[in-house]
């Protein structure tokens, strides 16, 4: 069946450094490809998405390429924030389009001043 | 304008009791989910409503879980003979239809003791 797996955290980041969060995905056919994310306190919120191979999604800084002949959507961002800090969950959609999600187990982000 | 509700935002219950979760999708969203988020975990499909029918119940792990959607928006999600396990976050969402962006909820924590 489909599934996601991501890197292990928590991830803990200085400001403005380098992020890259690993995840790849086991699916059959062409699923749509997610990042998710949590703050503290907060609803899941998307973050980006890319329905296509070599689609690339980007928002607040964030990028993520679909990259379907190494099965990835790796997270990432130039400079992280301390309000970047959150869980981030890659997710995929089917091809069938039932609409269902299914999520990795998340990876915390902690970016100290 | 208004996002996906759900009430309560917490539910302490006792093993073997019934309980009832509800959810208010964004107005004119076809699409409703529901799924569940164990501690440290990202969330598993539980079911998918699209109008009033339930479109894939795959996810519901015994019969125990029931959903339903009587007229096409407010989702009430029961489970009978709560065990100490079914604790964790029940997350809904809702989208204009199947293959559009996914909005959630808030949760309710459910705790079972």
């Known amino acids: 069946g489909n599934s996601v797996t991501q890197m292990e955290g928590p991830v803990t980041l200085s400001e403005e450094a380098f992020l890259t969060i690993n995840c790849t995905y086991t699916a059959t056919g062409y699923p749509s490809l997610f990042w998710y994310v949590q703050y503290p306190g907060e609803g899941l919120q998307l973050l980006l998405k890319a329905t296509k191979a070599d689609d690339k999604g980007s928002n607040k800084g964030f990028e993520a390429t679909y990259r379907k002949e190494t099965t990835s959507f790796h997270l990432e961002k130039g400079s992280v924030q301390v309000s970047d800090s959150a869980v981030y969950f890659c997710a995929l959609r089917g091809s069938s389009n039932t609409g269902k999600l299914i999520f990795g187990q998340g990876t915390t982000l902690q970016v100290k001043p | 304008g208004a996002g996906v509700s759900q009430t309560p935002s917490n539910k302490v219950t006792e093993k073997g009791k019934y309980v009832e979760l509800r959810c208010d999708p964004i107005s004119g969203h076809t699409a409703l989910y529901w799924y569940r988020q164990s501690l440290g975990q990202g969330p598993e499909f539980l079911i998918y409503?699209?109008?009033?029918?339930?479109?894939?119940d795959s996810g519901l792990p015994n019969d125990r879980f029931f959903a339903v959607r009587p007229e096409g928006s407010v989702s009430t999600l029961k489970i009978q003979r709560t065990e100490r396990g079914d604790s964790a976050v029940y997350l809904c969402?809702?989208?204009?239809?199947?293959?559009?962006?996914?909005?959630f909820g808030p949760g309710t924590r459910l705790t079972v003791l």
């Open positions: 969402a809702s989208s204009r239809t199947s293959g559009d962006t996914q909005y």
């Open positions: 409503f699209q109008g009033t029918g339930a479109a894939d």
